[in-house]
T-cell receptor, first 109, second 113 residues
Framework: TQLLEQSPQFLSIQEGENLTVYCNSS?????LQWYRQEPGEGPVLLVT?????EVKKLKRLTFQFGDARKDSSLHITAAQPGDTGLYLC?????????FGTGTKLQVIP | KAGVTQTPRYLIKTRGQQVTLSCSPI?????VSWYQQTPGQGLQFLFE???????NKGNFPGRFSGRQFSNSRSEMNVSTLELGDSALYLC????????????FGPGTRLTVL
């Protein structure tokens, strides 16, 4: 069974602070996706990374895929209240997707 | 293009009853996956359907079943409901399979009393 552990589980920070969320596994994935889910809604895809060592930037969000394709990180610069939500990573391998345990982020104005 | 729709949005049932949830994927998407989301277990994969065939199945008991119709719409059924089945049930559609970009619906919140 492929497991994806995310850390931290919960994060409460002030607006303007930076943060990093980690997604770790002992398994290798062909691609890894990051989603954000807001209360009462389904997850929405933020980014997909497919190459080991790949870095993708989406405005204030920076995503990195580990060289060995077993882990990933999401860094948010100058967090805003609109970033509040549940962040989920999801690894794809052998035509299956495994979701991470989730990181609940609260950005306080 | 309309997004993934799920009905009903909220449902309250009692133990022992059964329930059917519905999902309409994005037009042109042939893969539909179902997930159960709970605070304790996170997002767990139930099953995936493609062209009316179940392609993958997660580790859930046989009380959980699903089907897909020729128009790609999908239903999932839970029989003999237990308190632990209370969860948000999410449906996601994608073009080829669940490793493609998945587009999620808003979910059905099921409460079992």
């Amino acid at each position: 069974t492929q497991l994806l552990e995310q850390s931290p589980q919960f994060l409460s920070i002030q607006e303007g602070e930076n943060l990093t969320v980690y997604c770790n596994s002992s398994s290798v994935f062909s691609s890894l996706q990051w989603y954000r889910q807001e209360p009462g809604e389904g997850p929405v895809l933020l980014v997909t990374v497919v190459t080991g060592g790949e870095v993708k930037k989406l405005k204030r969000l920076t995503f990195q895929f580990g060289d060995a394709r077993k882990d990933s990180s999401l860094h948010i610069t100058a967090a805003q209240p609109g970033d509040t939500g549940l962040y989920l990573c999801a690894g794809a391998a052998n035509q299956k997707v495994t979701f991470g345990t989730g990181t609940k982020l609260q950005v306080i104005p | 293009k309309a997004g993934v729709t799920q009905t009903p949005r909220y449902l309250i049932k009692t133990r022992g009853q059964q329930v059917t949830l519905s999902c309409s994927p994005i037009s042109g998407h042939r893969s539909v996956s179902w997930y159960q989301q709970t605070p304790g277990q996170g997002l767990q994969f139930l099953f995936e359907y493609f062209s009316e065939t179940q392609r993958n199945k997660g580790n859930f008991p046989g009380r959980f079943s699903g089907r897909q119709f020729s128009n790609s719409r999908s239903e999932m059924n839970v029989s003999t409901l237990e308190l632990g089945d209370s969860a948000l049930y999410l449906c996601a559609s994608s073009f080829r399979d669940s490793t493609d970009t998945q587009y999620f619906g808003p979910g059905t919140r099921l409460t079992v009393l």
